[in-house]
């Protein structure tokens, strides 16, 4: 049988964030989340590809906090930032919308990680102009350190080092996301890169 996990083992420095360290920063993030929104309706917007975990599990997360939303829906919108595929250059590309409309909605806008913060800021002009009926964001991982907007992030999981990190949906050109733990790649693994695509 293949472990996908060893055939990475290489190019994986270490592990940063465990699969139960995850698991705790989610729990964290859903009850403050469910207890913002307590009895009220709540659309989870997941960032594809890189929230795809994140937005599914918090969406299971929050469903079993006491007195948490009334109900709860999970829309996912695509978009792409495009760089050197170590780092964003800060161009959003929108490759698939929403498929309800928000206006009248509590809205978490769910990311993987915040870095330059222009995705962010992106999607919250364009959720924005779409009259919600409240509008925040939720993210799991943020990178501070090259901070490009003043974008507000309402709920925070983790501080991440400032470094490239594959797992639980982040990937390295399509590479790693399924991994349940969140990981530093070798610097090797950096040293064919080209142009290519992250998100
Ligand atoms: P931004 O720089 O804040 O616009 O982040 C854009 C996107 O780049 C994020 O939503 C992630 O999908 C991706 N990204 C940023 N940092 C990392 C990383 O360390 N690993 C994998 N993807 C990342
Ligand atoms: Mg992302």
Do not use: W
């Not at 599990?57 to 007195?67: E, K, N, Q």
């Amino acid at each position: 049988m293949i472990n996908i996990a060893n055939s990475y083992d290489s190019a994986i420095a270490r592990e940063l964030f465990s699969a139960g360290e995850i698991a705790a920063a989610i729990e964290r993030l859903a009850t403050a989340i469910a207890q913002d929104h307590s009895r009220q309706p709540l659309t989870l917007v997941g960032v594809l590809k890189g929230a795809l975990y994140v937005a599914a599990d918090l969406a299971r997360a929050i469903s079993v906090v006491p007195d948490g939303p009334s109900d709860i829906s999970v829309d996912y919108i695509c978009v792409s930032s495009y760089g050197n595929a170590a780092r964003s250059s800060g161009e959003v590309r929108l490759l698939k919308d929403l498929g309800d409309p928000v206006s009248g909605r509590n809205v978490v806008i769910v990311e993987d990680i915040v870095d330059n913060g222009l995705t962010l800021q992106y999607l919250h002009d364009l959720l924005g102009r779409r009259n919600p009926a409240s509008l925040s964001s939720c993210v799991l991982l943020d990178k501070p350190y090259r901070r490009q907007t003043d974008v507000r992030i309402d709920y925070r999981g983790l501080v991440a080092p400032d470094t490239f990190i594959v797992g639980y949906g982040l990937d390295y050109q399509e590479k790693f996301r399924s991994l349940p733990y969140l990981a530093k790649l070798r610097s090797r693994a950096f040293e064919d890169q080209g142009t290519g695509q992250i998100g």
